[in-house]
């Protein structure tokens, strides 16, 4: 096996479409066809089967999936630290980013830090923070935007903290929330948990209804619609006009999300790394400056 067979594996895992695999591959089909085979004669095992459904990938070839992706991290990696030595702030940035943020802060983050090294080319992955976590252990990232307070041996640097805000289309007393569907976004993070706590705590009713989605854009158009209300982080706020009202845990703190950069201390070694995190300290301190 070489690159392009490592190439090969992970674009159809990804697609798993044979004819958009071989579009983005630069591949006629017939050539993919026979690398596959030739693939699949050396390492004596089926890798998958092409069905009306798209690529349906064997028990074998889940597993050649995963020594794939380590393939193809570490070639990735032997080329940047080659190429730290090159003493230029060039090659590439990996950046895993919780879907939020990436969409509302980091365009703007981006766009200074590639101003300042137009030599670095940026590969931004956005997706669930609990995904963004696995590949940031697994090794996929020379860095990483998470949310929430998680277990990591690695560095960790808090770069902003956003409240939990309920939110209707105009003001509106707690009382009045009673006759009013709850427009609830379904998620697995901690702070998410504390608003459905305070919902149990401070509203003497149980909600009329509840309307889940699991977007966050689906919870404001609703309530942008009248349906009801939410409780939905800050950071997704910044076009919402309506009524919004900061909510505080029991003991009166108020229940908060937290953005990590996440990254380990071997990825300093690579310059273009070590200017990201040096810039996002810098970046953390001036909007920290503009709020105190």
Known sequence: MDEKDIE?????????NFTRAADRLYLSQPA?????????ADLGVPLFYRTSKGVIFTPMG???IEYAKDMSILMRKMREHLKAHSGSISGSLHLGCSNQFA??????MLRDFLNSFPQVTVDVVA??????????MRGSFSA???????????CRKLISTENYCLIYRE???HEQLA???????KSDNLGQEQTDEWVRANLPFEPKSRVESNSIEVCIAMVKQGMGWAILPEICLQDFTGYREPVFTPAGQPIVRRNYLCYKSSELKLPQVRKFVEYIDDYTGCALSSHS
Request: glycine share 8%; hydrophobic share 40%; charged share 30%.
């Open 62 to 64: 889940e597993t050649a």
């Open 8 to 16: 090969i594996i992970l674009t159809l895992a990804e697609l798993k």
């Open 103 to 108: 969409r509302y802060c980091l365009p703007g």
């Open 171 to 173: 003001p509106i007393r």
């Open 127 to 136: 997706d669930r923070s609990i995904n963004i976590q696995r590949e940031l």
């Open 32 to 40: 993919l066809t026979g690398r596959i085979k030739r693939m699949e």
């Open 179 to 185: 006759g009013l569907q709850y427009i609830h976004q």
């Open 144 to 154: 990483a935007i998470i949310r929430g307070d998680f277990k990591w041996r690695g």
